[in-house]
């Protein structure tokens, strides 16, 4: 008998942290993916769904990349995103702790396009400052999400549909910020440290008695 055990991080909306600067974005809503660049992360599908937006609609937006570049063609995919989007389009090797609290305290969205990837913590992360999330079907959080609730998922790795998602979420920025009690309502559910002791200890009470 196999059940997931969620891990709980702590609340970092409850702590004291430096502003990261985010004046790039041109006060436009903020997509943010955060992870190694390997296959499984799936960053080349969120540089095609980008690249399937309508310009107009593209430069209404801002998405930053965030990670180390394991794998060197889905760097250079990003790279090329950059150089045809400079003003749209960013990336960083590597951010502080205490920057990726305050980067997903300010965007808007996360976007997690892996292929395989039991349980994104970057997700959760955003979940801590009430942020949606677009999601593979591919994704542990997948799993728990409330489609339009709490967060939103595509399905098939389909650049196509993500893109469909990134357009409605980039003209309704009002909408994702109202979802902000309902994501933060999921990390407490699932993710916060009071809900991860509750479930390990049903567990451990359940294998013993």
């Not at 499984?40 to 990349?65: M, S, T, W, Y």
Request: glycine letters at 6%; a negative charge; hydrophobic letters at 35%.
């Amino acid at each position: 008998s196999i059940e997931q055990l969620i891990y709980g991080l702590p609340d970092y909306a409850q702590e004291s942290f430096p502003p990261y600067d985010i004046s790039y974005a041109g006060g436009r809503p903020l997509f943010v993916t955060v992870g190694s660049f390997e296959p499984r992360k799936g960053q080349d599908i969120f540089c095609n769904a980008i690249r399937l937006l309508k310009p107009e609609v593209r430069q209404k937006a801002a998405f930053l990349f965030v990670g180390k570049a394991a794998d060197k063609s889905l760097k250079n995919a990003v790279d090329a995103l950059v150089e045809d989007y400079p003003d749209t389009v960013f990336y960083r090797k590597r951010l502080e702790r205490p920057e990726i609290k305050s980067l997903m305290d300010q965007c808007a969205c996360v976007v997690c396009a892996s292929r395989d990837d039991p349980m994104p913590t970057f997700v959760t992360e955003g979940l801590i400052f009430g942020k949606p999330s677009i999601v593979s079907e591919h994704t542990g959080t997948a799993g728990v999400i409330t489609e339009g609730v709490d967060g939103f998922t595509y399905p098939n790795d389909d650049p196509q549909k993500l893109a469909a998602l990134l357009e409605w979420a980039i003209f309704h920025p009002e909408k994702l910020a109202s979802m902000k009690a309902a994501c933060r309502k999921l990390y407490e559910t699932h993710y916060s440290k009071q809900s991860f002791e509750q479930t390990l200890t049903a567990a451990v009470k359940d294998l013993t008695e």
